[in-house]
C-alpha cells in the first residue's frame, strides 16, 4: 500500500499540528486560535492537489472545508458562534456520510448500525438527562447537542461500515471507522465541557482526536480507488 499523500505532506501538517497541540497544551490561547485553521487549509490543500476533487471524493473535499468553517466559528466564545460552528460541522458529517455511501453495501448490515446507532444515541441522551441536570446551558443547546449526536454518531457508524463496502480495503476500511470514532470522541468531549464535566487539558484532547480524525478520513478516501 502506497501512502495517500506526499511525504512532505504529512511533515508540513504534523509540524502544523504539533504548534496547535503545543498551544492546546500550554493553554497559550492566542496562538491556538492563530494556528488551529492552518492545519485544515494544509489537509484541504492536499487532499485538493491528491484527487480529492473528482467526482468520487468530492463530499469529503466538502466535508473539510464545512470542518474549517466550523473551526474558525468556534473560535469566538459566543454562543451564536458556537451554534454556526455546529451547523457547519453537522454539514461535514452529512457530506462525510453521503460520501461513503457512494461505495455499495449490503442492506443487512445497516440493521447491526442502526441499532448501535440507538444505543449510542440513548446513551449519551440518558447521561445529558441524569447527570448534566445542574448545568447551566440552555435547554435549547442540550436539544441541539442530542440532535448533534445522532449526525456524528452516524458518521462514525458510516465509517465503520466501509468493512463492507465494494472496493474498501480492511486497512482503509479501518482507518475510516476509527477516524469516525475519534470525531465521535473529540466532539464529546466538546459536548461534555459545554455541559460543565470537563475533563483535564480538554482543549488539548479535544484538538488531538479531531485532528486525528481528519487525517484518517481523507487518507482512508484516497486510499481507496474508484471501481
Avoid at 503545543?22 to 489537509?43: E, G, H, N, R, T
Avoid at 492537489?49 to 471524493?57: H, Q
Avoid at 458556537?82 to 457512494?102: C, E, P, R, S
Avoid at 449510542?120 to 449526536?149: D, H, M
Wanted: glycine share 6%; hydrophobic share 60%.
Amino acid at each position: 500500500m502506497t501512502f495517500p499523500l506526499p511525504w512532505y505532506a504529512y511533515l508540513i501538517i504534523a509540524l502544523l499540528c504539533a504548534v496547535n497541540w503545543a498551544a492546546a497544551f500550554f493553554d497559550k490561547l492566542k496562538l491556538y486560535y492563530i494556528s488551529k485553521p492552518f492545519v485544515l487549509i494544509a489537509m484541504i490543500a492536499f487532499f485538493a492537489r491528491s484527487e480529492g476533487l473528482s467526482a468520487l471524493r468530492l463530499p469529503f473535499f466538502i466535508g473539510l472545508v464545512f470542518s474549517l468553517l466550523g473551526d474558525v466559528f468556534l473560535i469566538p466564545q459566543r454562543t451564536r458562534f458556537f451554534v454556526t460552528g455546529m451547523g457547519a460541522f453537522a454539514i461535514a458529517h452529512l457530506a462525510y456520510i453521503y460520501g461513503y455511501t457512494q461505495w455499495r453495501v449490503s442492506y443487512w448490515t445497516y440493521i447491526p448500525a442502526f441499532f448501535a446507532l440507538v444505543v449510542l444515541v440513548l446513551a449519551f441522551n440518558f447521561y445529558i438527562e441524569t447527570q448534566c441536570k445542574e448545568a447551566s446551558l440552555p435547554r435549547f443547546q442540550k436539544r441541539l447537542f442530542k440532535a448533534y449526536g445522532v449526525l456524528v454518531a452516524g458518521m462514525a457508524l458510516a465509517g465503520w461500515l466501509c468493512l463492507a463496502r465494494v472496493g474498501w480495503g480492511r486497512v482503509p476500511a479501518v482507518m475510516a471507522g476509527l477516524g469516525g470514532s475519534f470525531f465521535l470522541v473529540s466532539d464529546l468531549m466538546i459536548a461534555l465541557g459545554k455541559l460543565e464535566k470537563r475533563i483535564p487539558r480538554q482543549r488539548f484532547w479535544v484538538i488531538v482526536t479531531y485532528h486525528i480524525a481528519q487525517m484518517l478520513i481523507l487518507s482512508s478516501v484516497l486510499i481507496v480507488k474508484p471501481a
